[in-house]
């Protein structure tokens, strides 16, 4: 089902805004200038113990002008709706290059830092709406809170379940964009994301744990909870159901004998360790060292395009900005950019990168592939993730055949700690529960677990991806970037997939707790 942008926010002068920042621009001597007038609605609910715990209700309204001048950017926003402070803001973008520019001569700079975009077609009028069908706010709060304690409740019934924690984190973008080039485009995007989690907590000797739901947050509306009659539903009731039981499998399971294991890794684990390793590693402004000083930088340097053996043969991933109910799809970017979807590992070598328009010209593409994003009207826009995802076989294996083809080994299910160096090389990630696997068949959960390798050893050692049938759209509304800090959400889709030979460590052993 589409809906239409909300009627509330196309009444905002939006075009008036832009026309009259645009211009002043134009006179003032930009070379490029954009303005982007955004308003984001988020809310929050929080229960503990199926009683509400807090929660939060906020609106983000404002505007921004992007501007080059003299080859350096200039950048500034402003909250007031009106044609003159619009007209100002452009000025002080103006202004801010112009400070800028006199900064890079006295540095002596030697043109290369001067800022050139790459070419896009221009898009006129352009509207776009992401995929959903109830919008999470059109829906009485009572209706949230009441489900959210329904499933909390049931959860805290269960034998051995001490406490439950429900959390519903619901988002709705309204975004307008227009560009002296002639490009404008009016968007809308909805997301949400629920977690439920069971702690346990051993009366005797103070042993605790938890486990929380899997499923992934979406760019989908209510109908990702609620039976509304349509498509897209995670199947809530039965994954609540079997957590208790679970939960009381991993407090009883034996700690994991350290050494080196086949691995199946679920999509609810491997998703993430796609985001540490791949996502941020093939950011092209952090593999050029743009983000050095807060974020890091990346082991696939520029000069490894096309050479890097990231992976064994089987490894394909994609950047996409286009998927279907994807945290970081888009109709257009932050600079006016199409959404895309492209190559960035093929066959285990590095083939493409993340790219915004200055990055894309810089490096010598063609064209962005529109990965600029901006977190609220008064950030600058930043070279930001998409939706990068590990593609299935399309005859591969189903979970419990990959499972079937390991002799010793452990299934990993559901994400949980992580750790991960600056240059996104060696890492550590964590689960949920683990399972052995002994003979084909898994024999019972394991704990005190972690992986670790470093990326190219691990996707080296990968042997083989599960089907379409195991594919499953993970993500964060969380990702993190930029200084001063701004967040992103982003989806992994990922197929179940098989590793050989990957080093586990006993975490509790490592710790020195043992």
């Known amino acids: 089902m589409r809906h239409e942008v909300d009627q509330s926010f196309q009444a905002l002068p939006l075009r008036a805004l832009a026309d009259a920042a645009l211009a002043r621009a134009r006179a003032l001597g930009a070379e490029h200038a954009d303005f982007r007038l955004e308003r984001v609605r988020s809310a929050s609910w929080r229960l503990r113990d199926a009683r509400p715990a807090g929660s939060s209700d906020s609106t983000d309204l404002g505007f921004a002008v992007r501007v080059v001048h003299g080859g350096a950017w200039g950048f500034a926003s402003g909250v007031d709706l009106t044609m003159d402070a619009a007209a100002k803001v452009a000025s002080q973008a103006v202004a801010m290059a112009k400070l800028s520019a006199q900064v890079i001569a006295a540095a002596g700079g030697d043109g290369s830092a001067r800022v050139e975009l790459a070419p896009e077609p221009v898009h006129a009028d352009r509207t776009w709406v992401s995929a959903y069908e109830v919008n999470p706010f059109d829906v009485p709060d009572t209706e949230k809170t009441g489900l959210l304690a329904e499933w909390s409740a049931g959860l805290l019934a269960a034998d051995g379940v001490s406490h439950a924690d429900a959390s519903l984190l619901t988002v709705q973008e309204n975004k307008f964009y227009a560009d002296t080039s002639g490009t404008t485009t009016t968007q809308q995007r909805v997301r949400l994301q629920s977690?439920?989690?069971?702690?346990?907590?051993?009366?005797?000797?103070?042993?605790?744990?938890?486990?929380?739901?899997?499923?992934?947050?979406?760019?989908?509306?209510?109908?990702?909870?609620?039976?509304?009659?349509?498509?897209?539903?995670?199947?809530?009731?039965?994954?609540?159901?079997?957590?208790?039981?679970l939960l009381a499998e991993k407090l009883r399971a034996p700690s994991v004998q350290a050494g080196s294991y086949d691995l199946v890794v679920d999509p609810s684990n491997l998703w993430l360790t796609i985001h540490e390793s791949i996502g941020h590693a093939t950011e092209l402004d952090r593999?050029?060292?743009?983000?050095?000083?807060?974020?890091?930088?990346?082991?696939?340097?520029?000069?490894?395009?096309?050479?890097?053996?990231?992976?064994?043969?089987?490894?394909?991933?994609?950047?996409?900005?286009?998927?279907?109910?994807?945290?970081?799809?888009?109709?257009?970017?932050?600079?006016?950019?199409?959404?895309?979807?492209?190559?960035?590992?093929?066959?285990?070598?590095?083939?493409?990168?993340?790219?915004?328009?200055r990055i894309a010209r810089l490096t010598g593409f063609e064209r962005s592939n529109g990965c600029s994003f901006a977190d609220s009207p008064g950030n600058v826009p930043v070279q930001r993730m998409a939706n990068v995802s590990l593609r299935p076989a399309a005859d591969g294996p189903s979970t419990e055949e990959l499972i079937a083809g390991v002799d010793r080994g452990i299934y990993i299910v559901g994400d949980r700690s992580w750790s991960i160096d600056m240059q996104r090389y060696n890492f550590q990630f964590t689960g949920q529960r683990a399972y052995a696997i002994r003979n084909g068949q898994l024999d019972g959960q394991v704990k005190d677990f972690a992986y670790q390798a470093t990326t190219t050893d691990f996707w080296g050692s990968m042997a083989a991806v599960g089907g379409p049938d195991t594919y499953v759209l993970g993500g964060a509304f969380n990702c993190g970037k930029a200084q001063p800090g701004q967040v992103a959400a982003v989806s992994h889709g990922c197929p179940s997939a098989l590793f050989r030979g990957v080093s586990i460590l006993n975490t509790t052993s490592e710790s020195g707790r043992s």
Do not use: C, N
């Open 195 to 245: 977690q439920l989690t069971a702690v346990s907590v051993d009366p005797a000797t103070g042993e605790f744990d938890s486990m929380r739901t899997l499923a992934p947050p979406v760019g989908r509306g209510w109908e990702y909870l609620a039976d509304t009659g349509g498509e897209g539903r995670w199947d809530w009731e039965g994954e609540l159901a079997r957590i208790p039981e």
């Open 287 to 357: 593999a050029l060292g743009y983000e050095a000083a807060y974020a890091g930088t990346s082991f696939a340097t520029f000069d490894q395009l096309g050479t890097l053996r990231y992976g064994s043969p089987v490894m394909h991933v994609t950047g996409d900005r286009t998927a279907e109910h994807g945290l970081a799809t888009v109709g257009y970017d932050d600079e006016g950019v199409a959404g895309q979807s492209w190559d960035l590992v093929k066959e285990g070598v590095l083939v493409g990168y993340q790219l915004d328009r």
